[in-house]
């Protein structure tokens, strides 16, 4: 257990840095999109209003009041999210292959570590978790924030205040990081963990087996996330209205989760141990 | 002892270890040699458990490799084995964390005799001096067996002098060496055994000394015999 | 210590701030408007069933679904895991279903004309998708034997499918050993619903063959521009009542167009006697669509000039009896808010979807027999829960508990 926090910690160390510049380029960006697109607003409300004849209030009703939701649903915004995801999508890969790749092969060392092997596997699997929760975490500080530089720029009467709350909800892409209830959210970083697994079970077959291996990893991945659909696949396809009630059809997809969570830690650990090549 | 037993290997069709068998003892220095490269790496990987093989076992006193063993036997291969961007105080901490067989004394004497400096930061190494700290964190462990890929290769004049030094030190005593090497010259008084590989297979495993004093011929000499060149 | 600080920083980070956000969105809630049923006159105790359903739009930004009922208000997000899990409110009357016959109702709809329910048995007949070409071929049949828990089930094909483009069902009603299916036969030219045809399927529960179809009423449809015409079933017991309505488009002085529903035709069919009759209806007299018939009677409801309008129609005599005007004080009212109306235990539950937000909307619930109005109330906001601007909120149907 002390070797895992360590290696934890190991590895979100050697991330820290990229992390960083990844969530600072996030953050300015969007601090940028926030500040243009209120100014964009208060110049057309004060040509309106100042030169253009209109009132405070036709104004308002024309083009109605500025809020977060004019950011947020900026493709530009939506552009930072997905730089986020892109990010760590690439992370997923790169977490495993920086070790093997360029011309210090950590994973000698790593390897040969007097720990479980499978140390190794969780701590990255973590890592993944740990930054994806950052980078959410990190949005919702990023929302107050721009919500104050809002704030600055917008005089009250433009302005409608909204909730964080309400902002995630009115985005298109947030509720999906973020969903409306601690048992969604707990489901949704399920399912990301699951991916995270599975992905990784994959990487580890090409690694154990190379040009072969992708096959092999390919195919496991795909029939692993086959067997996760289906329940929910044939109860959809096959039953216009559901055969199973929905917290029961929630329980047999928590169980297939676990089982195929399980099986994928098993060859995962089984590929570490006995197939992993250098 | 490490007890390597009938030992095979194929990358794809290509069989590179087909039954390698030989043993190495603690307090021995044994070195592997072989004319084309593959196969030599390829057993020091195995006995590590860093490639899995097609058939026969590996035992380390007796013993199958676990993770347990890594206290006991470590690996030098001929790349640096820590992230480049840390510093060597950094890996020192590192192997500190993870090894309890890491003796921070020794790591301290190695450093000063290697004359590298604790706050380099790895990436900013010379060749040479980044297989001497890939040495140094290998040596500074407590461990019974060390194996070594090519401690040599692309190294300049004086890094392989000091690197040679090493093994007559007190730092090589006691503990079982396997070696494999293409510059035998330099360390080709210090071997006790000798393990020729050619196509995947031991041509000739011999104690150096005997044949020197008993047949008068040197390493290379029966290299040329085996090897038919 | 030193050298964790960063990945306790980031630990410590996302707890924070992931608890801080839920804590957020659990008491989201506390600022959306709440409401009461405030009596105005009548028996208080007429509402103790009713559940009124609601959204609520907030801006741009969300939609958020509710309840009021006697007790005050339920927004959906606060409601248990495993009733948001759905994403809506499941219909009470299909929750009841679920909840005491929770192997029975499995894959079922929960659709009340395609079930027969009697003190000893709940019957279901249902015309579900097939999978493969998404159309419907066959009668889906399961009878609930409440007393011996048995299922009786069995799938039959729809006679004559092939010349109508889809059959549904409006009614179910289960006499001794035969089940009688009332559907709606839609009939298709080049693309166009043309025509409608009433029928009545009767199958034997024990040899599951058909011994019995009828066509009872048909329609062909039309539409102009002043209205078009429309069909309905109602089937109470061994007791169908098909009835055709004609909805004309009515404009005001101020160009707003709304629908008003009059009734031309009604059947009466008995399932046990297959007999038919047709009713005369009072000449030169709009009387409205029809809602319930009690004994002989027949309640017709409509809306004039933002009243409720009922008429009760003896239907031996073919003369109206009575008739009854309730001056409701919502400015929209439509004929989608007479669709969604309620009957249960002979009272009518009248409950517009108000669009307009600086009037509370009303609720009426009339008494049919006494053709009294039993309860006058109105939905109220609670405390200063006042509506914002940006608030749009609409009662969309009523329901009614066990």
Redesign the interface.
């Known amino acids: 257990m002390k ?1 895992f ?2 290696l ?3 590895e ?3 991330f ?1 840095k990229l992390y960083f510049v990844l969530l600072s380029s996030i953050g300015i960006i969007q601090i940028i999109i926030t500040v243009l697109k209120a100014r964009a607003y208060l110049t057309r409300a004060n040509n309106a209003v100042l030169k253009g004849g209109m009132t405070q209030h036709e104004f308002i009703e024309m083009y109605s009041k500025f ?1 977060m ?1 004019d950011v947020i649903h900026s493709i530009l915004f939506a552009g930072t999210l997905a730089i986020g995801i892109a990010a760590i999508l690439f992370y997923i890969f790169f977490i495993w292959y920086r070790d093997w790749f ?5 994973v ?2 790593l ?7 499978m140390n190794l596997f969780f701590t990255k699997v973590i890592t993944i978790m ?1 930054s994806v ?2 980078l ?3 949005q ?2 990023m929302l107050n924030i721009e919500k104050t530089i809002v704030k600055w720029i917008i005089p009250k009467v433009y302005r ?1 205040d ?9 985005s298109e892409y947030l509720p999906i990081i ?1 969903p ?6 707990f489901i949704a970083y399920g399912l990301g963990l699951g991916f995270v697994v599975i992905v990784f079970t994959a990487i580890l077959f090409e690694r ?1 087996f190379r040009l072969k291996g992708i096959i092999f990893g390919l195919l496991y991945a795909f029939i692993s996330i086959t067997i996760f659909i289906l329940p929910i696949t044939i109860q959809l ?11 029961e059809l ?1 329980f047999v997809q928590a169980v297939t989760w676990a089982v195929i969570v399980a099986a994928s830690l098993l060859v995962s650990r089984y590929l570490l141990k ?5 | 002892m490490i007890e390597v037993k009938d030992i095979t290997k194929s990358f794809g069709r290509k069989r590179v270890l087909n039954g390698v068998s030989f043993t190495a003892n603690k307090g021995e220095i044994t070195c592997l040699i072989g004319v084309n490269g593959v196969g030599k790496t390829t057993v020091m990987n195995a006995i590590m458990g860093l490639t899995p093989l097609k058939s026969g076992e590996i035992l380390i006193d007796g013993k199958k490799l676990t993770k347990e063993s890594y206290e006991q036997i470590t690996f030098i291969p001929d790349t640096i084995t820590m992230p480049p961007t840390m510093r060597i105080k950094d890996a020192f901490d590192f192997m500190n964390d993870f090894y309890q067989s890491w003796n921070q004394k020794r790591a301290e004497e190695l450093l000063t005799f290697f004359k590298l400096q604790k706050d380099d930061r790895i990436s900013d190494l010379s060749k040479g001096n980044k297989a001497k700290v890939n040495l140094l964190l290998g040596l500074a462990l407590d461990v019974d067996y060390v194996l070594m890929d090519e401690p040599f290769s692309g190294i300049d004049i004086f890094s392989r002098e000091q690197i040679a030094n090493v093994f007559t030190s007190h730092l090589i005593e006691d503990r079982g060496v396997i070696i494999t090497t293409h510059e035998i010259g330099d360390i080709e008084h210090l071997i006790d055994r000798v393990v020729l590989l050619n196509n995947g297979v031991v041509v000739s495993e011999f104690n150096a000394e005997q044949v020197r004093e008993e047949q008068g011929k040197s390493i290379v000499d029966v290299m040329r015999e085996a090897f038919h060149v | 210590m030193r050298k964790y600080w960063k990945t306790i920083a980031l630990s410590v980070f996302i707890v924070i701030g992931i608890s801080m956000f839920y804590i957020n969105v659990n008491t989201v809630t506390k600022e959306f408007p709440r409401f009461n049923f405030k009596i105005i006159e009548g028996n208080e105790e007429a509402v103790d069933k009713l559940v009124i359903n609601g959204d609520l739009y907030n801006g741009m930004t969300n939609f958020e679904q509710f309840r009021v009922n006697s007790t005050g208000t339920t927004y959906l997000r606060d409601e248990p895991f495993s009733k948001r899990i759905i994403g809506y409110y499941q219909d009470i009357y299909g929750e009841d279903l679920q909840k005491e016959y929770r192997t029975f109702m499995r894959g079922k709809s929960t659709d009340p004309a395609k079930f027969y329910e009697t003190d000893e048995i709940l019957a279901y007949a249902e015309t579900p998708y097939s999978f493969w070409s998404y159309d419907t071929y066959e009668f889906e049949i399961d009878i609930l034997n409440k007393k011996t828990k048995k299922t009786v089930s069995f799938s039959t094909p729809i006679p004559d499918r092939a010349n109508y483009w889809y059959v549904a069902p409006y009614g179910v009603y289960v006499d001794e050993n035969e089940i009688s299916i009332i559907t709606l036969n839609e009939q298709v030219n080049e693309d166009v619903i043309e025509n409608t045809s009433v029928h009545v399927y009767t199958y034997n529960i024990d040899t599951e063959q058909l011994v019995g179809e009828e066509v009872i009423d048909s329609l062909n449809y039309s539409s102009s521009e002043d209205g078009y015409n429309d069909i309905q079933v109602m089937a109470i017991d061994e007791n169908i009542f098909i009835s055709q309505q004609k909805v004309n488009y009515i404009e005001t002085e101020d160009d707003f167009a709304y629908e008003k529903v009059n009734t031309e035709k009604i059947i009466h069919y008995n399932v046990n006697t297959h007999t038919k009759e047709e009713f005369t209806l009072p000449e030169k007299q709009e009387i409205g669509m029809p809602i319930t018939i009690i004994g002989d009677e027949l309640f017709l409801a409509s809306i004039n000039d933002n009243k409720l309008e009922i008429i009760s129609l003896n239907l031996i005599e073919g003369e109206i009896n009575s008739q009854k005007e309730i001056e409701v004080s919502n400015s929209f009212l439509s004929l989608y808010d007479l669709y969604q109306a309620k009957v249960k235990d002979g009272k009518y539950y009248f409950i517009p979807s108000s669009e307009d937000f600086n009037e509370t909307t009303m609720i009426t619930v009339v008494d049919l027999e006494s053709l009294t109005v039993d309860y006058l109330g109105e939905i109220e906001p609670v405390g200063s829960s006042a509506i914002d601007e940006e608030v749009e909120m609409y009662f969309s149907y009523p329901e009614l508990r066990k």
């Open positions: 070797n926090f360590k934890l910690n190991f979100l160390n050697r820290s809020s939701i360029a011309k210090n092969t950590f000698y060392r390897l040969t570590l007097p720990t479980s092997r740990m929760l950052g959410v975490t990190f919702l500080m409608e909204l909730r964080i709350v309400d902002m995630v909800s009115a973020l409306q209830g601690i048992a969604e959210f154990s396809l096959m039953y216009e209205n559901l055969y199973l009630y929905p917290m929630l006995n197939k992993v090549t250098v």
